[in-house]
C-alpha cells in the first residue's frame, strides 16, 4: 500500500523512565481497550459501502485513473450491531469520498463509538481519517482525541475517561493489531501524563515503546488511612 501520511521519524523507539506499576497498569489498560478501538475503526471501512454499490447497467467504457473521487456520501451515520440487537459501533461524518485510483476512503469530521460486551465504551473523533480498501488499514489525521470510559463495580458508566489520548496523528493496522504515532502525542492516565514525541502499541506482545525525548509525570499514590 502506497503511503498516506510522511514517514515516522528515524529516532529509536525508548521506554521513558516511569514506575513500573503504572506503566504495567497503561499497558493492561491499552490492552483491553485496544481490540474495542480496532473494532471502531474496522467499522469505519464504509470501502463496502461502494463495492457493493449497485453499478449502472450497460457496458462502460474504460476511463484512465485520476484522483478523483467516484463516489461520495454527505452527513453519514454507519451502525453495526451484535447478535443480539445491542449497539456496539457508530461512524458519522461530514463527508466520505472513495478514490478508485488508489482505492482509499476519505472522511470528513469522523467521529467514532464503540460500546464493549460489558458497557464500558470507546470514543474517538478526528478531521479527517483515510483507509485503504482492504480494510487492513486506517489513519485519523488532525486533532485526534480517544477516550477510554470503565463501567464501574456498580453497573454505572464512569462520566469521566480513564484513560485520554491526543495528538495529530494515529495510525492502525487492524490486522497487525497495533497503533502507532510518529507525531508528538499525549497519554492521560489514572493521575499519570506521558508526553511522547512518538509512540507504538504492539497488542499482539504487549509492548509499549515510545520514541524521541519523551516526558511522564505521575500523581503520587494517596496514602492509605
Known amino acids: 500500500m502506497a503511503s498516506l501520511a510522511p514517514p515516522p521519524s528515524g529516532s529509536q523507539a525508548v521506554r521513558p523512565r516511569v ?26 471501512g464504509t470501502w463496502w459501502l461502494v463495492k457493493n454499490t449497485p453499478a449502472p447497467d450497460g457496458p462502460m467504457e474504460p476511463v484512465p485513473p485520476r484522483h ?13 450491531f451484535d447478535a443480539q440487537g445491542q449497539l456496539r459501533f457508530r461512524i458519522e461524518g461530514a463527508e466520505m469520498r472513495h478514490y478508485p485510483d488508489t482505492d482509499t476512503i476519505e472522511i470528513d469530521q469522523v467521529r467514532l463509538r464503540a460500546t464493549g460486551p460489558d458497557g464500558s465504551l470507546t470514543l474517538a473523533t478526528a478531521k479527517r481519517a483515510v483507509g485503504n480498501g482492504d480494510g487492513s488499514e486506517l489513519q485519523l489525521i488532525g486533532d485526534v482525541s480517544v477516550e477510554r470510559y470503565e463501567v464501574g463495580k456498580d453497573g454505572v458508566l464512569a462520566d469521566q475517561p480513564r484513560l485520554r489520548m491526543d495528538g495529530e496523528f494515529l495510525h492502525a493496522f ?17 493521575g499519570g501524563d506521558i508526553q511522547a514525541r512518538s509512540f507504538e502499541y504492539n497488542h499482539l506482545d504487549g509492548r509499549l515503546s515510545f520514541g524521541g525525548r519523551s516526558h511522564a509525570r505521575i500523581a503520587p499514590r494517596s496514602p492509605r488511612p
Open 19 to 44: 514506575g513500573q506499576s503504572w506503566l504495567w497498569r497503561l499497558q493492561l489498560l491499552l490492552s483491553n481497550y485496544l481490540p474495542l478501538l480496532l473494532m471502531a475503526l474496522l467499522a469505519a
Open 174 to 190: 487492524l490486522n497487525r493489531e497495533l497503533l502507532r504515532s510518529h507525531l508528538p502525542t499525549r497519554l492521560r492516565y489514572a
Open 68 to 80: 478523483v473521487p467516484d463516489y461520495r456520501m454527505e452527513g453519514f451515520e454507519l451502525q453495526r
